[in-house]
């Protein structure tokens, strides 16, 4: 599935796509995948082995100290503590 721009709208929308956690880094690499072109991609993880196989052009690892590297289990309080402790 080929997903189309028009031109007169791209020369002045800069699109970015930020995928949170494991399901919005899957999102991310489905629609590299799928060849979407002209976006930044930025993915949010505290999951660093997740982080590495990304395919984002950005990838940020929150909660280093909080999760040791590991992913938030999908527990959003642990993640909410981890973007907290990247903030400062």
Known sequence: MAIEFDERAELNAKL???GVGG???NAINTMVNAGLSGVDFIAVNTD???????????RIQIGKQLTQGLGAGAN???????MEE???
Not at 48 to 58: F, G, K, M, V, W
């Open 23 to 25: 399901a919005g880094g």
């Open 76 to 82: 959003p309080d642990i993640g909410r503590r981890a």
């Open 48 to 58: 660093a082995q997740s982080l590495e196989q990304n395919q984002a052009h950005t």
């Open 16 to 18: 970015k796509v930020i």
């Open 86 to 88: 990247y903030r400062e």
